[in-house]
């Protein structure tokens, strides 16, 4: 079995920051690419970030440039770094995690941004 717990989300203004942290935990063998999406009222789940166990990463373009993922292998652990939010960056963030052929995802965390 395999849990992500994420943290992190909250209110901020238009322009401010937040860091989301997701921890997995369980029987992941070794590294394993994670990533975020976000899921806002009325709207498909979209992609956010990704990184692979080497650590490359990719963004949507909507985000290019104010959000940074990385991820702390030790701790088992992917971050997102968000910076310079806009109202259209609200939603609900997931984290996932790829093991052995199987996509497992965290309960989500609310992001909230006002102008």
């Known amino acids: 079995q395999v849990q992500l717990v994420e943290s992190g989300g909250g209110l901020v203004q238009a322009g401010g920051s937040l860091r989301l942290s997701c921890a997995a935990s369980?029987?992941?063998?070794?590294?394993?690419?994670m990533g975020w999406y976000r899921q806002a009222p009325g709207k498909q789940r979209e992609l956010v970030a990704s990184?692979?166990?080497?650590?490359?990463?990719a963004y949507a373009d909507s985000v290019k440039g104010r959000f940074t993922i990385s991820r702390d292998n030790a701790k088992n652990t992917v971050y997102l770094q968000m910076n310079s939010l806009k109202p259209e960056d609200t939603g609900a963030y997931y984290c996932y995690i790829w093991v052995f052929l199987r996509q497992y995802w965290g309960q989500g965390t609310q992001v909230t941004v006002s102008s």
């Open positions: 990184i692979t166990s080497g650590s490359s990463t």
């Open positions: 369980g029987s992941i063998g070794s590294i394993n690419p």
